[in-house]
Structures are given as C-alpha cells and as structure tokens.
C-alpha cells in the first residue's frame, strides 16, 4: 500500500513537473482554472478540468474527476448535464490540438497568396496544382468539423464552454457558412460552367482564412518571449507584400480577361523593355509575367513613375486609380505603426511591458501555479476589455466623472437590499466614490477571518459565500446575484469576515473603501440606522447568527447620535443641530445620564437653540437621571431669559422630594435662587424626610430674608414637623427675634384671612394648592402669561376672587381645567392641578 502510494505520488510529481515547462508557453495566456482553489482553512473547491483537452478520453485519471458547476440556482442539475455533454469535446488547450492549429496556419498562408494568384494567372489548375489544392481543401473540411467540438470561452461569464449544442450553433452563427464555401473545388465548378469568368470571382471567398494568419500574428504581439519590434515589423513586412502580391495578381488579369485582338492594348502587351517586347505575352513563362506583375504593383505602389509600364484602357486607369487610393491609406498605416514602434506608445506594448514585470516578479517570488493564473488571467482581461475606468477618465473633471458614475451605477446601488428606505443623496454619495472591477471564475475574494475593508455590490455575475459544515466539509451557504452585496456585515459591525466568498462566473462588481462608506455615514446617520434594520432584517442564516452583534451597533450608533445632538446644543451649534435632527435625529433622545438636547441648552442658556427645540415639539418638563427638568437647569444656572421662556410654555419645575430641595437650598442661603424657585410655583410647604418644611429650616437658623420670602409665597405657620413643632416654636427656640415677629405677624394675618376654620384650613386646605393661568386652556402659545400658586380655599368663589385680584383679571367669571371643564366645587380640584381662570370673552 505504501509503495502504490508513492507510486501516485510520482506520477502526480511527474504531471506537475510537465505542467511547469509547459508555464513558459503560456506566459501571456489566461488558463482556464483547473485546480482547486484554496481557501485560508484549507477547504477546497473542484473546478472544470480537462487536462489533456478531451473530457471523454479513456485512461485518463484526469478525465474521471468529479466535475462540480455552481453557475446558478440549477448547479447541480446542470453540473451533471455538463458532464454528460462534455464527452468527447476539444479543450482549445490540447497539445494535440495546438499541433493542428499550426498544421491549419500554414495551410492559411498558403491559401491567402495562393489564391489571389490562381485567379490572376490560371484559367484551370494544372494536375500538381490541382492535387495541391485538393489536399488543401480536405484539411480546411477537417478543420470545419473539429470545430463543431472545439470548447470556447464564453464572453459574459469567461467560462469554458463544453457543450455540444452551444458550440454547434456557435460556429453555425459565425463563420461556418463562409469556410464551407472556401472548401468548395472552384476550379472543377468553373470548367464544368463552360469557363464562365463570373464563377471564377467566387475563389476569393477563400481569403477568410487570412483571419488565421491575423489571429496568429495577435497572438504573437503578446508572446513575450518574442521581440514585439521583430513582430511588428515582420506582421508591417507581409502586409505590404500581400497588398502589392494581390495587386499584381490583379493587374495581370486585367490584362489577360481582355479579347485576343486587343491583348495588344494593355498594359503588358504594349510594353517593351529595351529590345525585348511583351506582345506575346502569353508565351512568356510564368514566372517572368508574375515579376513583371509584382514590379508594376510595387513601383505603382511607391509613386516612383518610371515611366516604362503605365496604364494603357480605361480599365487599368480605374484600376490603378482605385489602387494608388489605398496605397496613400495603407502608407499611412505603414508610416503609423513604424512611429508607434519608435515612440514605444501602443496598448500592446504596454501590456507586454507589464506582463513582463509581472512574470519577473512571480518568478522572483516563487508564486504558486494558481495565484500565477489569476493575476495573468486578470491582465489579460484587462487588456482585452479594456475596462480600467482610472485611465479613461484620469483627464475628466471631478464633476463629470460624478455625473458618469450617477448615470452608470445609481440603477444598481438603489436596487440593493441593503440601501432600501435610504434617501437619493445618500446613494448619490456612494455611487460616486465606486470602483469599477471584473474578477475570473474561482478567484476568492474574501476569506474567513480575514478583515474587511472594501464593500462589494454586484453588477453582473454570480458568486457564492461557502462555509465549513459540522463535519468539516465545505457547503455553499449563500448565491450572491445581481443588485446583492458582500462584506457590509465585517464593515458595519466591526468583526472578521465569516465566510469565503469565491467568483463562479465572470462578475462585474463595484467596489467601495470602507474609509470613505464610514465618513458618508457619519453625514448621513439616519440613513445608516436605516442600513443596519435593513441588516437585521435579512432572513438569511448567517444574519440570524450575527443578530445580537448587529443589534448591539445598532444601540452603539443611537447614544453617538443622541451625543452628537446633545453636543451640538450644549456649544450653541444652531447650523449643525438644525441638520442633525432635519436629517432623522430625535431630539427627545437622552445621554448616559438622561439629559436631552434642552437640559444642555437651558443649562448653558442658549436662547435660539431651547426656541428650536420648543418649535420641534420636545418634551419641556423631562427629567434626567438627577431628576431635573430644563427649567431647574436654567434656574439653576441663573437664565432668567430661559427660564421665563420655558415657563410662558407651560414648563413646571416637576420636582421630586421638593421639601429637602427646598430644605437644602435655604440652608445654602442663596435667595435668589429661592426666589426663582417660588416664583416658578414651586410648594413652599413642601415637607422633607422629618415633615419640616422650609419655613421650619429658615426659622431655626434665623433667616429672616428667606422666612419672608417663604411667608410672602404662601408658607403655613401652622405646619408641624414629626415632633409637633411649628415654625413658630423653631423661631422661639432659635430666639431671634425679628423672625419671631415676622413669624407671630403672619401667624396673626392668616388666622384673620380663615377666622373659622383656621385650624382645619392649616392643617388640611393647606395641604393642597393649585397652579392658576389667566388664559383659555386651548388659547395659541401668543396668549399665554405666566400664572400663580396658591392654596385651594374653602370655595370656589373665594378661588375666583383671590385669583382675579393676583392675577389682575377683573372679569374673571370661572375656573377650567386641563381639559376646558367647568369646575363647580373645590373638592374636585386635585393637589398640584394646573387651573385657568376664564372671562367671558374667553367664553365666547
């Protein structure tokens, strides 16, 4: 078993070795891939192989390879119909195919000078001529019928096509009609004619087979084992000797077609060089009359004029006519490519310039057989198409190149899966940072693992994402198509790319650097919101697999957002705030601390931008983590102009545990900040944790100023703490003196104000107070005015009094709630209700 082992070995060493000696030869050739294509974990992937050219030849091992197609969604079926297909087609690689290319090439040139000259000079082949011609015509048979089973290449996909049926018709469409009748015998048709002349002009039809000798010298121009100038000169070489061979061919039948009588009054039969005369040309041999042919043709062809032979009927002066225009068109070729030889400027030479570079360096580096056919097969793809848009348009201004790729590409862009719901300017900015790029069947784009820094959209092709399964073995888990895309899931969510993605046709792709897809999205956020749920909607298996990562960028890009509008608020930035929240943003939308865009504004009291953030209807009375609200912020940070804004918009101070706020504040003696609190309808009788109000703290530490204040916004004397002590009693116990008789005063004041029910109403009525609007509820933002706090009285004809005299509202009639009710009894209106004193024009 060991010794079969190293048997197959060798012969696989061997077989590898030939293929090597054969890379020389193929230098400038695009290989059809015909080994598996590696990926960074080691899976693999069968590819079409025919090694010797013929699939269904016998004894191969080459040929029993299992075949796998993975064109479309059929690959299976149609791997297996390819197969059967396949049996007995000639790849064109074949050594022994070459061999016959070579055999039909000289066959071509002989054809291609051969028959101009039989038509000039031969009224019916001789027999040796004619032996020669038929062998000729048997091998062109030959030819026609290989190529019924030649494989070809197709255009759109670039791959190898080994069909019967399409190679049949492809042949059939193209130049089978044209070489069949090239192999008919012309010369047995036009002696069975009668010798008609008019059948004799169907010989030419065999000049098709100059497209032979053109192919060959195409080819030969790539070779860059062969001097291009050599090439060229050699290719400029023949062209003018079959133009001038052609021409003399021509020219002695002009002569020869004409009647016996007037052989004399042609250009050969009047002609007479020194003492010999042409007259009898006819018995002249034939070589002498092909010379004197040619020199006619070339010294026509130069200009140069001798003098000695010269057009003689009306049929040569046309002629020549005709000829001397064509030979101005083919000098200037000739002049042309001579100059384009010296200036070394042609797209060949280029090619073969960095063919060689590319081979030298393969070479340098010892590259492996499979990355040397991918980089030869992608420059001659590039030469042949010509599709590199960086050298056509290098000269073109920026904005029509935009204008270019608008035209070209926004159709594809639009219609991709993961652009849906994106707005038109946003595309506009992808589509003109794309690159154009075509890739050959097997070439792998990405790998597992590796990171992704360019984002695909196909144009045409198909290409497929292949994972490793449970057991190790490859599997395709998806076919990618046109108007998909690949790589946006490493790009977007920051991770390595998950799966191999490998060409399996000829795909034209547009290509977009994640450097420049991350700065348009950091423009146009909302729409990358929009790009991550059209992510997370995708339904296929490897989205469901990466759902928590995308959803966690998901909630990454929403607090950079809510940051960046915070941000633009707190530094004033009305432009840039202004696009932010035009462009999708919520201005509702809070930081890590729960601050929104108009906490940041009040606190830095920027006027404009709490104005806009009021226009796009945000919450005015939303608090953060501390519990504050914009007006507290304002309030806090001294923004009279602000806060007053808020307030006019019905902004309330909202406080949670406002006793201990209170408490703490008159314990830092700020009064002003106490005044702004009150004045902003803030519960002077607030109670904290031990039921003392403020009254209770600024009676105890003897602030006269704040227990004034506290007293002039309605502070109870007859509050008691969870010790049953009052205002009063801290006062006395304090002993300052002035805050006693304030104390005492006010006491005295509010007993006369409720004479009857003073101690209920201090120690219940007083426990409910009431914010009073002199406006209708449902009056404009234009017609509102600051209202008042005060204490629900006993009824509600007292609430309307003492409102209207406050308020200064001398037709006040009733009171509204929220909703516009008409309230009737004060035992419906609630703790902290928000009231609106109405007149009768309100009413009305």
């Not at 202004?578 to 601390?593: E, F, M, Q």
């Not at 002003?672 to 530490?701: C, M, V, W």
Request: include cysteine; hydrophobic fraction near 40%; charged fraction near 25%.
């Amino acid at each position: 078993m060991y010794r079969s082992e190293m048997s197959r070995r060798d012969v696989e060493n061997d077989e590898v070795r030939r293929k090597d000696e054969d890379e020389d030869e193929d230098e400038y050739e695009v290989q059809d891939l015909r080994e598996r294509i590696k990926s960074s974990r080691g899976s693999r992937f069968d590819l079409i192989a025919n090694e010797l050219g013929l699939a269904g030849a016998s004894g191969s091992s080459s040929t029993r390879r299992r075949v796998r197609y993975y064109l479309s969604r059929e690959s299976v079926i149609n791997g297996v119909k390819g197969l059967s297909k396949g049996i007995g087609v000639i790849h064109p690689d074949n050594r022994w195919y070459r061999v016959w290319t070579k055999v039909i090439l000289g066959w071509a040139v002989y054809s291609s000078f051969f028959t101009p000259f039989e038509f000039g000079f031969f009224r019916g082949l001789k027999q040796k001529l004619f032996i020669l011609d038929i062998v000729g015509q048997v091998a062109f048979l030959v030819d026609i019928v290989l190529h019924f089973f030649l494989a070809y290449r197709d255009t759109q996909t670039y791959r190898m096509v080994y069909k019967r049926t399409p190679i049949a018709l492809r042949y059939l469409k193209s130049g089978f009609i044209i070489d069949l009748l090239g192999c008919m015998p012309w010369d047995n048709i036009y002696k069975a004619c009668g010798r008609r002349e008019e059948v004799r002009y169907l010989l030419w039809i065999r000049l098709s087979r100059v497209r032979k000798v053109t192919k060959f010298f195409k080819d030969l121009e790539k070779d860059i084992r062969i001097s291009y100038e050599f090439t060229r000169i050699v290719k400029l070489i023949v062209v003018e000797l079959y133009c001038t061979h052609t021409a003399a061919c021509i020219f002695y039948y002009l002569a020869t077609t004409m009647p016996a009588a007037k052989e004399g009054y042609t250009w050969i039969g009047s002609l007479k060089l020194g003492d010999y005369s042409y007259s009898n040309f006819r018995e002249i041999d034939l070589w002498t009359r092909y010379t004197t042919s040619l020199y006619f043709a070339i010294v026509t062809m130069a200009t140069v004029g001798y003098g000695d032979i010269h057009a003689v009927n009306l049929r040569e002066m046309i002629f020549i006519m005709v000829y001397v225009s064509f030979d101005m068109i083919l000098g200037a070729y000739l002049i042309g490519n001579m100059t384009a030889l010296i200036v070394k400027g042609s797209k060949t030479e280029r090619f073969r310039d960095k063919m060689t570079d590319v081979v030298k360096y393969m070479n340098r580096n010892k590259l492996g057989r499979d990355i040397r056919n991918q980089i030869k097969g992608h420059l001659r793809l590039q030469y042949e198409s010509s599709y590199t848009e960086a050298t056509v348009l290098q000269d073109i201004p920026a904005s029509i190149r935009s204008k270019i790729s608008q035209t070209l590409y926004f159709s594809y862009i639009e219609n991709v899966p993961l652009f849906k719901g994106c707005s038109t300017e946003f595309i506009n900015q992808i589509v003109m940072k794309l690159h154009e790029e075509f890739f050959l069947p097997g070439e792998v784009i990405m790998e597992p693992g590796n990171v992704v820094d360019q984002l695909y959209f196909i144009c045409h092709g198909v290409l497929e994402e292949v994972g490793l399964g449970e057991d190790g073995s490859e599997e395709t888990v998806l076919l990618l198509e046109p108007n998909s895309s690949f790589g946006e899931i490493s790009i977007l969510c920051n991770i390595p790319q998950p799966y191999t993605v490998r060409v399996c046709e000829l795909c034209r792709l547009l290509r977009l650097d994640k450097q420049s897809f991350t700065s348009i999205l950091d423009i146009y956020f909302y729409d990358g919101r929009k790009i991550l749920n059209n992510l997370l909607e995708g339904k296929a298996p490897r989205i469901k697999q990466l759902e928590s990562d995308i959803t966690f960028h998901i909630g990454k890009q929403e607090a950079e957002l809510a940051l960046k509008v915070n941000s633009a608020a707190y530094h004033g930035d009305l432009y840039q705030l202004k696009g932010l929240i035009r462009a999708g943003a919520d201005p509702n939308k809070t930081d890590y601390d729960g601050r929104s865009p108009l906490h940041l504004a009040a606190l830095r009291g920027h006027e404009d931008i709490t104005v806009f953030l009021i226009h796009e209807g945000v919450d005015i009375n939303i608090k953060d983590t501390f519990g504050n609200t914009p007006l507290l912020e304002a309030i806090k940070n001294g923004h009279e102009r602000v806060s007053s804004l808020l307030t006019k918009e019905g902004a309330s101070l909202n406080i949670e545990n406002a006793g201990n706020f209170l408490c703490t504040a008159i314990a830092k003696g700020d009064s002003d900040f106490l005044t702004k609190l009150l004045a902003n309808g803030i519960d002077p009788n607030s109670k904290g944790y031990d039921q003392r109000t403020p009254l209770h703290i600024a009676a105890s530490e003897g602030l006269y100023l704040m227990a004034k204040l506290l007293l002039e916004a309605g502070a109870s004397v007859f509050s008691k703490d969870r010790w049953g002590n009052t205002p009063l009693d801290e006062g006395r116990m304090c002993g300052n003196k002035n805050v006693i008789r304030l104390l005492e005063e006010a006491k005295a004041a509010q007993l006369l104000e409720f004479p009857y029910r003073a101690h209920e109403i201090a120690d219940k009525m007083h426990s409910k107070k009431c914010t009073v609007f002199p406006f209708h509820p449902w009056d404009s933002n234009e017609y509102r005015r600051p209202g008042i706090v005060l204490w629900v009285p006993a009824t509600i004809e007292e609430l309307i009094r003492a409102t209207s005299e406050k308020l200064e509202v001398l037709d006040g009639i009733c009171i509204l709630s929220e909703d516009a009710g008409k309230i009737l009894d004060v035992g419906l209106i609630n703790d902290g209700q928000k009231l609106y004193l109405v007149t009768e024009t309100h009413l009305k």
